[in-house]
Each structure stands twice: as C-alpha cells, then as structure tokens.
C-alpha cells in the first residue's frame, strides 16, 4: 500500500530528514585520506543517537552498519568496515537514514577524498542534477513516472554516454524505511499513480562511467558495476504537498536545488 501521510506526519518526517542530514553533514566533515569506513558509520551513528533518533540501517535485515559506505566502483550498499581506509582520489557513497518518533528519513551523496578528478567531478555532477530533476517532478497532479523520466532526460542528454543502474531506485517511505511505490530512474512520463499531498518518497538515482551491469558481492549486500566503472549515488527524502516538493532531508527544504528548476519550496 502506498501510505499517505497527514500534514503533522509530514512534519514529524521532516524531523527526522532533519537528522540525517546533520549526520551527512558531520561525515562529510571527517571524509579524508586515512580515515576508514568503520570510523564513518560511527560518527554517524553518534549523530543520529545524540538527537535522539535511531539509525535506520543498523540491524535491518541483518546489515551491520549505520551507513552505507560504497567506495569506487561500489554502487551501494557497501557495508562499513573498520579495516577499509580511504586513499585521496577514491570516491565515496554514503547512505543515511534515521527514525525519529516512528518516522524515517533517507538520505545519500557522493564524495571525493580530496580534489576530483574532471571525470569523477562531471559523474557527480550529473547524478546530483538528475536528483534534483526528479525532486523537482514530485508535484501534485503528476504521475510516478514523470519523476522517473525526469531523472532519465538530465542523464541522457550529457555528452558522456553514463549508465543508469536497474533494478535499484526510489521508493516510498514513512514509518517504514522502504515503501510502495518503486521508483524507477528511467522510463516514460505519465504512467503510475498520481501524485498527491501526503505521499513521501526517496528519489535515488544511481549513474555509472561505463556499462550499468551490477553484481552483488559474496557479502550479499554491496552492489559493485561489473565492468569495474565508477559509479555515483545521490538520494533526498521528498514530501509531495499542495504547495509543491518540500525535500524533508534538505537543511533548506530543497531550496537551492529546485530554485533552477522554477520550483521555491517550502524551506
């Protein structure tokens, strides 16, 4: 079922959105070369616990850290380690999601130790732009997959021929971390469910260098591109209201990144 949520429940996720995003904010303060992934999951794990909350990850189906920590040509799910050191040049994902109150937030961005090279800079880029596309399509009046096609258009129209990964995507979320409906982050505009006041997703794009092939690694959960490519992983929480998108994981509410689009949400 897909869960529409009251306006107090959406401002209980924002709440939440609130979290993560601090807790984003303080790994990306301590992403450098030396640090490892074991002590990333940690500082985000002490952010989320000291505003109260409880890390969405941690424990769900078995996964054993508070983050997701998807290195290079780890797409996602990359499970925190404290043996796995980052070098300058290696790029990173990260994956956050907190409850607070019963409510989830999830958020995701990708980052480079130190400077990016021009080619790491131009995937980020464009897996962030198309984020923002999809965020800025969460209007009432439209339909799932406007979002999905809205993703697919700012990919595609690069220069670079990036792959879009299948399979992973968006979903809906509220009191559970993943909900109905799926999210693709391609397809045709105007088909799926209407979007309407209430319904909350995570739009998640996933772009790779080269082809999007996946394989999942004996560890059962990260998702590595199987030509060896890099890939990029952005992700915000999304409230659809009457008043247009109110990204819930953004600190401004999605203001800066919808601005472009013609979109002043709700901060």
């Known amino acids: 079922m897909i869960q529409i949520k009251t306006p107090q429940e959406l401002e209980l996720m924002r709440a939440a959105g609130l979290v993560v995003a601090d807790a ?25 616990r000291s505003a109260g909350a409880v890390p969405s990850f941690l424990g769900y189906h078995g996964f054993t850290g ?17 043996t796995r050191t980052l070098a300058a040049g ?14 989830h937030g ?30 800025a399509a969460a209007v009432a009046g439209n339909r799932l997959t406007d979002i999905s096609h ?19 995507g968006g ?36 772009v790779t260098v080269g082809d999007p092939a996946t394989v ?10 199987k030509d060896g490519s890099r890939a990029a992983h952005f992700e915000h929480t999304v409230a659809v209201t009457p008043d247009g998108p109110w990204v819930l994981t953004a600190e401004d509410g999605g203001v800066a990144g919808l601005t472009p689009f013609g979109i002043t949400p709700r901060s």
Not at 24 to 48: K, S
Not at 90 to 103: M, P
Not at 190 to 197: E, S
């Open 24 to 48: 984003i904010a303080a790994v990306r303060v301590a992403v450098r070369p030396g640090v490892t992934t074991g002590e990333l999951d940690a500082i985000a794990e002490d952010t989320i």
């Open 106 to 135: 999830d958020s995701a961005v990708t980052l480079t130790v130190g400077e990016p090279s021009a080619e790491d800079a131009a995937l980020m880029a464009v897996t962030e732009r198309s984020m923002w596309a999809g965020l």
């Open 66 to 82: 508070s983050i997701c920590a998807s290195v290079n040509d780890e797409i996602v799910h990359g499970i925190p380690s404290p």
């Open 150 to 168: 809205a993703v697919e258009q700012v990919i595609v129209a690069d220069a670079h021929a990036y792959g879009i990964v299948d399979h992973y």
């Open 90 to 103: 290696d790029n990173i994902s990260i994956d956050c999601g907190a409850i607070l109150a019963g409510w």
């Open 216 to 225: 999942e690694l004996d560890d059962g959960w990260t998702v590595v591109t």
């Open 171 to 206: 979903h809906g979320i509220g009191t559970e971390m993943h909900q109905d409906p799926h999210v693709l982050n391609h397809g045709r505009p105007g088909r799926g469910p209407r979007l309407v006041p209430g319904l909350a997703l995570a739009i998640e794009p996933m």
